[in-house]
């Protein structure tokens, strides 16, 4: 399958700054896939989704060097509507990306912006309020959301848009273990019912792989490792090398297997590891 | 320490946030306060030094009821470390935010000097005292915001969602300097919604919901009471999940918190017990 | 919901904030709103009179009743009233002329209350009870994003200034509430705001400013890059809801020119004075 989106060696250095903040980046993303990035704080993560929606290096001044191609065009060459158009984004802080008073408008606001007739705008809401399972919020006032609420208000104007692509950039640090948990159910449907193509930035690891299929993981600006998170865990250094951990379930299998008291794959998930100690026991005796 | 009896609380013209909360907090303790967004654990916090007043019962601080005293006066006994570092960072550089709480409290040049260097040390800032803080990392901002609050020396440490927007490792780092303080006697109570961390750091747990106590007990019986927790939306750590998926097997994993303790309890029940035994 | 935080229901109450009602005056045009408010008030400086002011206050209170949201209006109209009457006491000590009802200290002559004091000074009070009362009927019953529709489709006022105006409103909430977490960090580092000496009051303002406006620099860097990512300013725009300018609305502008003018003729002939 082509690539809906392929970087190659691509660094960037911010005006002012003497280090590279991303540096010889290479990968491709296939269409539907949903990508988890993660690494400790000022690896990079950031920076990459700025190059992937083009305000790097449109708007953010610096030193760019590579390519980012989405369906085979560069960034450097598309106008940056055009990017937004194909490439929907959504940020950390709930509270600095909603710009309208209600939600139906905020949902409006990116339509309203690329000229779209207001019947179709009408439509698009409904449509995109019932990917996400919001319908009930439609003429809530945005601020009195949850911040999981408001998170999803913000995932919904970007998927308004009809974007190939979805990058979000930690949409969960502020939320609880709830609102959390919200935001990924929703990124897994939108990911398995719409093939919409997924890259997110997560610290909170648990659940980062319990819902996506590749991981990058970041240190100093470079791409470190490039896994299915079934593999990462079979290889607890690739995250603790970078000062980040795999989930305890897996640790725990990881190091009875290192034992010889199991044998099988490790767990991603709470429900995986019990029925891996059971087989465990049912291997031993 | 810090002694609350049938506190309630409500902003001005609306719904009380606390109801009739009464529970003690000894010298030395380590307490996690857990609990939904909007559950009013960031409300109760700010009983504990006076920046809220109770609108009914009393909170008293070491004998002192909050409301015949100010925050400037209890910031000597309860130090509150804010989420946000950028909340209150405001001068050129590390040594004069640090040294901002004890200028405050009207103590000598001398002194000052003495209760920066002293706080620096406690969180591994002295390499920077001469440096803006504003480009510092954020961890390393908040690590100036926790020093800054050391300086006063108090005795109680309140922390309110102290690795909220950190990596895992600048996580720990902070909770591993509240924990060495911990063991140099000081009470610690802190908000998060990282439960692992509650059951890696916290000796006493305390459950708010809906402005209520829905749980005050040990970190393990806590965790170990799961439907009381669903109840308010909050998962317990992997670990007594996993345990607690056992039960209609009628195993005895007993209660681990850590990979450790349910390592050594499969392996240790002495590895060959675990293979034999079951 | 969780209830807000003090200082968010604070600032809601000081931006006179829509309310959502169902009403004659609600489905008005906002433009005619608009021109209503701006006849109100010129009517206010066109005439002079007691009579004449005291009715244009009352028609106000009469659109708020149609709006049905005069119960949310009374703490307007009752601030109102307390300003008006501050002023007032000041009005009437300052006109001299007309006949004597009562002289605060005998034999001065500078500080009496006279009937045409009290006259005047009645009809300035609700002059400006009429001048400051229409805007907060205009913004309860008008969403302000519609009047910026307004603003830049018919009255061709380039959109980004009525986005910027829009959207600070939109943050007041939000810095309010940034401004409380602030005061409550440094309150917790011992600092001070209650100082009597000027100076050191000044600098006491330094450990809130600064802060403040770091992080609302760095909200609106974050809020710049959403809007670019979501095609900001990149060409003509659309807009959801239109409104079309229907008959109601061109009769009750045409009453209103005609009010207008009639009011003008009235002041050029003199008829009232």
Redesign the interface.
């Known amino acids: 399958m082509k690539p809906v989106i392929s970087i190659e060696q691509l660094s960037f250095t911010y005006a002012g700054s003497e280090h590279p903040a991303i540096s010889e980046i290479s990968v491709t993303v296939k269409p539907g896939e949903f990508i988890g990035i993660t ?4 690896a990079g993560k950031s920076t990459l989704i ?1 190059c992937l ?3 790097i290096p ?2 953010q001044h610096g030193e760019y060097r590579g390519r980012v191609r989405i369906d085979g065009v560069e960034t450097l060459t598309m ?3 055009e990017i ?2 194909k ?3 959504v ?3 709930p ?3 909603i ?3 209600t939600v ?2 905020e949902i ?11 019947d179709v ?2 439509a698009r ?1 409904t449509d995109a309020l019932q990917r996400i399972g919001i319908e009930g919020l439609r003429h809530r006032s945005t ?2 959301l ?2 999981g609420q408001k998170q999803r208000v913000a995932i919904a ?2 998927v308004a ?1 009809r974007p190939e692509i979805l990058v979000l950039d930690e949409p969960t ?7 959390t948990k919200e935001v990924f159910e929703v990124l897994k449907q939108l990911n398995r019912e719409y093939g919409l193509t997924i890259i997110v930035v997560e ?1 909170k ?2 659940i980062l792989l319990e819902y996506i299929e590749r991981l990058w993981v970041m240190n100093g600006g470079r791409l470190v490792a490039d896994e299915p998170p079934r593999r990462i865990v079979n290889q607890p250094e690739l995250l603790t090398d970078v ?3 795999i ?3 897996s ?2 299998m990881y ?2 297997k290192a ?1 010889g ?1 199991y044998s099988g794959e490790l767990p991603l998930t ?2 995986e ?2 029925w891996a ?1 059971l087989k465990c ?1 049912g291997g ?2 | 320490m810090i002694k609350v009896e049938q506190l309630t609380f409500a902003y001005p013209n609306g719904m009380p946030v606390l109801e009739n909360l009464s529970f003690e907090i000894k010298s030395g303790e380590f307490v996690a306060l857990i609990g939904q967004n909007g559950a009013g654990k960031t409300t109760l916090l700010k009983q504990f030094n006076g920046l809220l007043k109770p609108t009914g019962g009393t909170v008293r601080i070491d004998g002192i009821d909050t409301r015949n005293s100010t925050t400037g006066i209890l910031a000597q006994k309860v130090g509150f470390l804010f989420q946000n570092p950028d909340h209150q960072i405001f001068l050129p550089t590390v040594a004069q935010e640090i040294g901002f709480g004890p200028a405050n409290l009207g103590c000598s040049r001398e002194e000052i000097d003495r209760r920066v260097r002293e706080a620096a040390a406690q969180v591994g800032l002295e390499p920077y005292l001469n440096e803006n803080p504003l480009f510092l990392s954020k961890g390393q901002r908040q690590r100036v915001a926790f020093a800054s609050l050391l300086s006063m020396r108090p005795q109680v440490m309140v922390l309110d969602e102290p690795t909220t927007g950190q990596d895992y490792r600048e996580g720990i780092e902070i909770m591993e300097m509240v924990k060495a303080l911990h063991r140099q006697g000081h009470t610690v109570i802190f908000v998060t919604h990282d439960m692992e961390l509650v059951a890696r750091y916290a000796e006493r747990v305390i459950v708010l919901s809906q402005g209520r106590i829905l749980m005050d007990d040990t970190c393990r019986r806590v965790f170990y009471q799961p439907d009381v927790l669903r109840r308010t939306n909050l998962f317990p750590p992997q670990i007594p999940t996993l345990v607690q998926k056992f039960d209609c097997y009628q195993e005895d994993f007993g209660t681990p918190l850590s990979v450790e303790e349910l390592y050594a309890t499969i392996t240790g029940c002495g590895g060959e017990e675990y293979v034999h035994c079951s | 919901m969780p209830p807000l935080p003090a200082a968010e229901e604070k600032s809601m109450s000081i931006v006179a904030n829509y309310l959502n009602r169902d009403s004659v005056i609600h489905r008005l045009h906002p433009l005619t709103k608009l021109f209503w408010s701006l006849w109100v008030m010129g009517l206010s400086f066109l005439f002079s009179d007691l009579w004449s002011l005291a009715a244009l206050f009352f028609s106000v209170v009469a659109i708020a009743a149609m709006a049905r949201m005069l119960r949310e209006m009374v703490p307007v109209f009752k601030g109102l009233f307390f300003f008006a009457l501050f002023f007032w006491a000041f009005q009437v000590l300052l006109i001299a002329e007309g006949r004597p009802l009562l002289t605060l200290i005998p034999g001065n002559p500078g500080l009496r209350i006279t009937d045409r004091g009290v006259f005047i000074a009645t009809a300035m009070g609700f002059r400006l009870m009429v001048i400051a009362s229409s805007f907060p009927v205009l913004l309860a019953t008008t969403q302000m994003k519609d009047l910026v529709v307004v603003l830049v489709e018919k009255l061709k006022i380039p959109y980004s200034y009525a986005f910027m105006f829009i959207t600070s409103l939109r943050f007041i909430p939000t810095f309010m509430n940034e401004m409380e977490q602030i005061i409550q960090a440094q309150c917790s580092r011992a600092h001070r705001l209650d100082s009597r000496n000027f100076v050191t009051r000044f600098f006491s303002i330094c450990p809130l400013a600064i802060p403040l406006l770091i992080t609302s620099v760095k909200k609106a860097e974050r809020m710049a890059i959403s809007m670019e990512t979501r095609g900001f300013g990149i060409g003509k725009r659309t807009y959801l809801h239109r409104y079309d300018f229907n008959r109601v609305d061109w009769l009750v502008s045409f009453g209103l020119v005609l009010t207008v003018i009639g009011a003008v003729m009235i002041n050029l002939t003199g008829m009232w004075n």
């Open positions: 690494g400790p704080a000022g700025l929606n083009g305000i449109h708007f106008h940056c509507a937004s158009r490439v929907g984004s940020f950390q802080d509270e600095a990306q710009v309208a008073s139906e408008d409006a606001f990116g339509l309203e912006n690329f000229g779209v007739e207001p705008i009408e809401i601020t009195e949850s911040g104007a970007a848009l640090s502020e939320l609880d273990p709830l609102g610290q690891i648990n000062g980040l951990q989930p305890p379930v640790e725990l190091r009875l034992a008291y709470v429900d590891a019990y100690l026991r031993k005796r």
